[in-house]
């Protein structure tokens, strides 16, 4: 249709320059008629040259992994080697090479070196269309040529892939239809693979690992090994008093200050001490103690304590609620919870997670401060414990069983105390976050020093796909990569360190066969670390648990500890550990996926944008932003490229 179009064009063309060619009044008509043709020549010929330079490139890198196959392969004579060298050529470049073609390529192996050489015919478009009047400038098909050499004392490829699987890599709030951001991902990743890991794995190997990264890097069935193992002792609990008499059922909260709780026939006088729980939609009244002021038989209003433990203003609320709910007189007049468990081994400000209470059912899976310690007898404080949020009745007297936890950094449960002043309890996870101390940015061996754990509340969960140590299997990484579903923050330092981790010896022991990491020998071994984001680094961690410094997007107050992060700002991290692999010799590509052109206060390393320029082993050549889906997938393929052709002599 195009060509019939042209020709039609052509004639109408020719028609013109005829009639101009009769006219015998002007100079300009005459000059215009003589110059035509060499002006269509050079212009239409143009067209034809830019065509062909497209093809050479295209005839180039089809004929640099042709080259690098045959190099690869197990062959030593010349009829093998260039068996294997057509094969990939022709599977690159389909529409060339064709039986009866005028196309030709060569491979042969001299002083173990694999030499390709190709040429190609590309089929004049244009030129020969508008040109025949006047002769032709170009034959009917352009010769293209090329060469390729690659030395096949070659080198092993170990490549490490920290790629972002936040929550923002699933969303559209720019314009990303028809996919995802996290299915560009997808696509970008697996076409590197295809680049980067050959079929023929002697005498030389190419592998990729995984590091997926959100909150925190899944490292699967080696946590243990990894980042230690978790203590679960339980100390049993003998004794527990906390509450007396009947356990009461408020039907109504009122909005207002001083708040009205109703609960009919409560039986509370004026200045009883009560606490209440299982107020759901008010989450501060949990475990709280307050004195009452009776208003009647049904209702009754609270006042808060001060610190010297005496009665103070009324307590108010902005939210009411008709929820049952449920509150008892203590026994102590700060309501605390005296249990006894011999060598429970705690101390005055640690914390404690209660299970198995039986008659206290209400305590079970709750956090507690601990206030007070006497030998074996402890007093636990429940304020604004959040475990007391959604809870069961209970009752009023002990019956046995119960366990105790230290709710430790290192335990099966962590228990702490909130950036926002509650009591919360986390489980353990397979995830880990940074290792702190004097390794914070060393490749030490986990056995030397274990990295962070993590403990993460649902809402900002340890992500589902966890770490696939270097293989050789284009087809399990292809699918690991299909099973990312993006959710929660970002902890990109974490993910860096992990990219790292992968492709070090001092990390062989976590891995078996293939996915033990080579020495560091860079004659024999590139390696390689590819670190992508698309936002910023705002998940810090602190004693296992995200910091209350973490940035903006981490989740909710609650979920974060009141400390600042072990290790600092996770800009700063993610760069000291950027160095140290540059001085390991390895190789650091980053990619900047949607991260505008925003990088921070001047001179400082503050923003995703700042990371990414200063990890690249050059960020002129090593640092790719992406804009876009395509834009992404292009800087994979081109890190891929460069990635094979660093093995490529010309």
Known sequence: ??????????????????????????????MFAIA????????????????????????????????????????????????????ALKANMPRYFQAGSADTANFVLSNNRVTGEARVNVKVLVANIFLPPYGKLLDDYLPVGSRSE?????????????????????????????????????????????????????????????VPYAAGVNVGSLAAQARGPLDSTTRSVTAATWVSGTVRTISNISRASPTTITSNGHGFATGDRVVLWNVQDIPALNGVPYEVARISNNQFQLRTLSASGAASSYQGSSTSTSKSAYVAKCVRSDCGLTITAANHGLSVNDHVRLTSMGGLAQLNEAGFRVASVSGSQLVLNS??????????????????????????????????????????????????????????????????????????????????????????????????????????????????????YMLSPNFASLFDGAGKPGAYAPTETLKVAILMTDGEFNTPFRDGVIALDA???????????????????PFAQSVELCRAMH????????????????????????????????????????????????????????????????????
């Not at 004639?11 to 008509?29: D, I, K, Y």
């Not at 790629?163 to 028809?178: A, E, H, K, V």
Request: aromatic letters at 6%; hydrophobic letters at 40%; proline letters at 3%.
């Open 1 to 30: 249709m195009v060509k019939h179009g042209l020709k039609r064009a052509g004639r109408g063309l020719r028609l013109f320059v005829r009639r101009l060619m009769r006219q015998t009044q002007g100079n300009v008509a005459l």
């Open 36 to 87: 035509l043709p060499i002006l269509m020549m050079i212009t239409l010929g143009a067209v034809d040259l830019h065509q062909a330079s497209k093809v050479k490139a295209e005839l180039q890198d089809a004929l640099d992994a042709a080259a690098l196959a045959a190099a690869r392969s197990i062959y030593a004579d010349d009829a093998n080697i260039n068996r294997v060298g057509m094969a």
């Open 150 to 210: 690659v030395l096949r004392a070659s080198r092993n490829v170990e490549v490490a892939m920290a790629l972002d699987i936040t929550g923002s890599m699933d969303n559209c709030t720019r314009n990303c239809p028809p996919t995802s951001k996290l299915q560009d991902l997808q696509a970008a990743a697996k076409d590197l693979i295809d680049i980067v890991v050959q079929d023929q794995q002697t005498p030389f190997y190419s592998k990729v690992a995984l």
């Open 551 to 569: 940035g903006s997007g981490s989740g909710a107050l609650n979920t974060h500890i009141n400390l600042n992060s072990s290790n600092g700002d």
């Open 383 to 500: 304020t604004r414990s959040l475990g007391l949020v959604q809870a069961s009745k209970g009752g009023v007297s002990y019956s046995g069983g119960g366990q105790l936890m230290n709710g430790r950094d290192g335990a099966e449960w962590r228990v702490f105390s909130t950036a926002d002043g509650y009591i919360n309890v986390l489980p353990s996870s397979t995830c880990v976050s940074e290792r702190a101390g004097a390794e914070r940015y060393t490749e030490a061996r986990p056995s030397t020093a274990y990295v962070g754990r993590s403990y993460l509340d649902s809402s900002n969960a340890c992500p589902s796909a966890a770490i696939t140590p270097l293989t050789a299997s284009a087809t399990t990484l292809k699918t690991k990569i299909d099973q990312m579903r993006g959710g929660g923050s970002t902890a990109g330092q974490i993910g860096i360190a992990w990219a790292w």
């Open 583 to 650: 001085a390991r010799g390895v190789v650091v590509y980053t990619v900047g996926f949607d991260l505008g052109s925003d990088t921070g206060r001047p001179n400082v390393i503050d923003s995703a944008l700042d990371v990414m320029e200063a990890c690249a082993t050059n960020k002129n050549t090593h640092f790719f932003q992406a804009n876009s889906g395509a834009d992404l997938k292009e800087a994979f393929r081109a890190i891929g490229r460069d990635i094979t052709r660093l093995r490529i002599a010309r």
